[in-house]
């Protein structure tokens, strides 16, 4: 029988006062962004410091797309937003708002270059760059696990994208750390894919179950991410990857994960990765290997020669901070890669 997840704690990433960085300011029009991301390195349920089981997942960053939002503070009361179907944002900004003390509303705007419902944290990323936002345009910063606990609030589950390249396993339910991993993912060079497929609405999927023997999985995966990143250790980090993957098949299944194993052992590649609440997968690869770009070639016509159209490549380098610079003139563009 699988094992049941304690309920999640309704507030337990939400108590206490928003912690403010910086001075206040008189309000003002505020821009704030967030990146997207890859897909899980890591998802399961893991044990709490206080026992119980919670659902967690360790995000790969996807630095080269990022939503970005502009708040102006109006006079009146309500938050209106453009596009007008991004209310999972304008949401995030009413409790942006109502948690700084804030009665006056204002003009949301949010554009983003990250496809939706293919498991890249589109609408997380909306909220988070909402929230920073919002939280700017009134002359204060909020700490990454601040605008967490917001996310959480306006999403009912929400994406690690507010830490940026901090390796954190995120109670993704309950909008806390769960474990801070100690400093960024090992840099990875990434060639992603989507072979199609339905698209997916990531809050409609229910619960995973886990079984009492993927749970003891799981916890021996935690293990060897915590030893990958505190090692620097990207092969293992790829070992980590590619089980995460195979152990969630069966809740979401990947038609081409096979596909992408087989590419990943022809091209001397470190492991896969697959999106486990959506469509798109990945081989990893040593950034640091001799021959890479010659490998990462090979791996791109296995996957043409597979009847793969999408594809792109990008490497993951560590961070000091959870928020990217948006380069000027991005466009809007949701919709798929």
């Known amino acids: 029988m699988p094992a049941s997840v304690e309920p999640d704690v309704p507030d337990r990433g939400h108590a206490g006062p ?11 029009p505020a821009h704030g962004t967030a990146m997207a991301h890859h897909g899980e390195i890591l998802q ?12 967690a997942v360790v995000s790969l960053p996807f630095p080269s797309l ?9 006079r ?15 949401g995030a900004a009413r409790e942006t708002l109502r948690r700084l003390g804030v009665r006056e509303g204002g003009r949301l705007s949010v554009h983003s270059s990250i496809p939706v419902e293919r498991g890249m944290g589109s609408s997380t990323a909306d909220v988070v760059s909402a929230i920073r936002a919002v939280a700017r345009a009134h002359g204060t910063t909020l700490t990454e696990e601040d605008v967490a606990a917001l996310a959480v609030r306006a999403e ?12 954190v396993l995120y109670a993704n339910r309950d909008g806390y750390v769960l ?28 619960a995973r179950e886990y079984h009492a023997s993927e749970i003891e999985q799981l916890r021996d995966l935690r293990s060897m991410l915590r030893r990958a990143v ?7 980090l790829g070992r980590t990857a590619t089980a995460s993957a195979r152990l969630n098949q069966r809740f979401l299944p990947q038609a081409a994960l096979p596909l992408g194993e087989r590419i990943c052992r022809d091209s001397d590649g470190i492991g896969v ?12 690869f040593d950034p640091a290997s001799a021959g890479l770009a010659a490998r990462v070639a090979h791996a791109r016509r296995q996957l043409r020669a597979a009847g793969v159209r999408r594809a792109w490549s990008f490497r993951t380098e560590p961070a000091t901070t959870g928020e990217p610079v948006l380069p000027r003139g991005a466009e809007n563009c949701e919709e798929r890669l």
């Open 156 to 167: 009912g589950a929400s994406d690690g994208v507010m830490f940026g390249h901090r390796a």
């Open 44 to 55: 399961g349920v893991f044990e709490r410091d206080e026992g119980g089981l919670t659902h």
């Open 230 to 236: 505190t090692e620097a250790d990207c092969a293992l």
């Open 179 to 206: 474990e801070d991993l100690g400093g960024p993912l090992p840099s990875l060079e990434v060639l992603g894919f989507d072979v199609g497929g339905p698209d997916v609405d990531t809050i409609a999927l229910p």
């Open 18 to 28: 928003l912690t403010v960085v910086g001075p206040q300011v008189r309000p003002g």
């Open 76 to 90: 009146a009361a309500g938050v209106t937003v453009s596009p007008a179907w991004k209310t999972k944002a304008a």
């Open 66 to 74: 990022h939503a970005c939002a502009t708040f102006v503070p109006g």
């Open 273 to 284: 990765q697959v999106a486990h609440s959506g469509r798109v997968l990945a081989v990893l």
